[in-house]
């Protein structure tokens, strides 16, 4: 089945350690989103990938980034994660045709970060 | 005021009750999205509209343009409906702006 896949589903770290997350997909979608979501909260958008467009909240901290290096994945970097970044890291894809803003996302499983 | 307001924010029925979720949003939108997302995490997209009504089994979404109203109904409410319901939208863009949930508890 095609699908968005998120590996780990679970990442512990330690304070400043940096942490990569993974996301992939096989619908071969051409925007992929990274969402954060911490307890309790509704999913906040950190970038999104409009192919190899790269767009930037503008609230987003300069301690995570991102690559795409191909269609399928999409990573999520953490450089010196704080224990304020344990949170649920969600990503998504949507076709991203003429009219993206009426196209459905399709959310991963999530990956659960733990800062330590 | 949040852009994207539901209610009510908690939910329990009964196994077999007919559920209303509402969601009322400010802003001009392209379109009106309703998702699931259970305990453990992942994220289903059960609905996305910008006029008129949808169904999927025994769920049924309405959304009324002039009123910047969306309603989700579940119908024979099952405790595997169990979990929180969020309503989001998106404007010209294709970034959501979420509401902040309803969680529901279905029992037996």
């Known amino acids: 089945d095609a699908m968005v896949i998120q590996n780990p589903r679970y990442q512990v770290t330690q304070f400043g350690k940096p942490v990569t997350l993974s996301c992939s997909q096989t619908?071969?979608?051409?925007?992929m989103y990274w969402y954060q979501q911490k307890s309790s909260q509704a999913p906040k958008l950190l970038f999104h990938?409009?192919?190899?467009?790269?767009?930037n909240e503008a609230d987003t901290p300069d301690n995570f980034q991102s690559r795409r290096p191909n269609t399928s994945f999409c990573f999520l970097d953490i450089r010196s994660p704080g224990l304020g970044d344990a949170a649920m890291y969600l990503c998504?894809?949507?076709?991203?045709?003429?009219?993206?803003?009426?196209?459905?996302?399709?959310f991963g499983p999530g990956t659960r970060l733990l800062v330590l | 005021k949040n852009e994207v307001e539901q209610s009510p924010q908690n939910l329990t029925a009964q196994e077999g009750e007919f559920i209303t979720i509402n969601c009322s949003y400010s802003?001009?939108?392209?379109?009106l999205h309703w998702l699931q997302q259970h305990p453990g995490g992942g994220i289903v997209s059960l609905f996305m509209?910008?006029?008129g009504k949808k169904k999927h089994g025994r769920l049924i979404a309405t959304i009324n343009i002039q009123e910047k109203h969306s309603s989700l109904h579940i119908t024979a409410s099952h405790p595997r409906d169990s979990a929180v319901y969020i309503c989001?939208?998106?404007?010209?863009?294709?970034?959501?702006?979420f509401g902040t949930g309803t969680r529901l508890q279905v029992t037996l």
């Open positions: 998504a894809t949507s076709r991203g045709g003429g009219r993206a803003f009426q196209e459905t996302q399709y």
């Open positions: 619908l071969n979608h051409n925007v």
């Open positions: 990938y409009y192919d190899k467009d790269f767009n």
């Open positions: 802003v001009g939108i392209g379109a």
């Open positions: 509209l910008s006029s």
């Open positions: 989001a939208v998106t404007g010209t863009a294709s970034k959501l702006t």
